[in-house]
């Protein structure tokens, strides 16, 4: 989950979230856990790695979020602004200490769930290490896109972010997967209530996060997937970018790159295996 909500694209230059003029930029809550690495990438900001885990486990997540960095850098994300400030990502053991670090994040009551979180504002990446590895994937990419390309529509921002919840290892990169939330898809398109593309480009985080949100999540993965799958996400991208930050320009955008009943086919070809999900995937990825 990236714990903001942003309605539209806004044009112009990307630009990192900060606001040290209201919260301090980095937290101490994460500077307290000991630090396991650091990730330094020309273009992006460090993902300082930290937590109390073993040494095998602890190599293991950073070549996985190296990855899932490298290839999100390589698939779609312009160079982020110099002089960010180092992203802070906290590798917490199991639900229970997950849970304490988001008390002393946060603060009581905060009301987040236990799947992961990027929190822009003190440049803080969550994982509970108790979840699937595809949520730690998830919110650095969140964090990378919040840099690369500044604020976003919810839809897209969960989009993007959740094309890297399925993923495996290939030659060059990730390779991403097709079966992650299509279930989700599929069951909206029968019950009638998957959104059509002036519905998506009209949404707001309250939408987005709502009671379809599950409509709205698996839709926007699998429109970014397809674009992907025709080489035109980073000309997607940069378009949406450059358009007016206006409900009318993301429809254009939207319009002219996405030709509705091919998609709804290619999605209908699709095969109909589906991931093996934790039990507590019920829960709304955000």
Known sequence: ?????????????ARGFTLEAREPGRSEAARALPELARLEEPGAAVLVLRGEVPAAKAAELVRLVRAAAQDARRRFLPPAPAGLQPVDVCLLADTARYRAFLDALLGPGHGENDLGLFNPYRRVVAANLDMPPGHLRHEIVHALVADALGPLPAWLDE???SLYNEARPVEGGLELGRTYRLDQLRA????GTLPDLAELARSTGRSVYGARSR????????LLLHLDSRGELRAFLAALRAAPATEAGQREVLARFVDWPVFLAWEGGLPEQRERASPREALPVR
Do not use: D, K, N, T
């Not at 909206?188 to 019950?191: K, L």
């Not at 409509?215 to 699998?222: D, E, P, V």
């Open 1 to 13: 989950m990236a714990v903001i909500g942003c309605g539209l694209v806004a044009a112009g230059p």
């Open 159 to 161: 989009g993007l972010a």
């Open 188 to 191: 909206a398109r029968e019950a």
């Open 215 to 222: 409509a709205f999540y698996s839709l926007g993965r699998f």
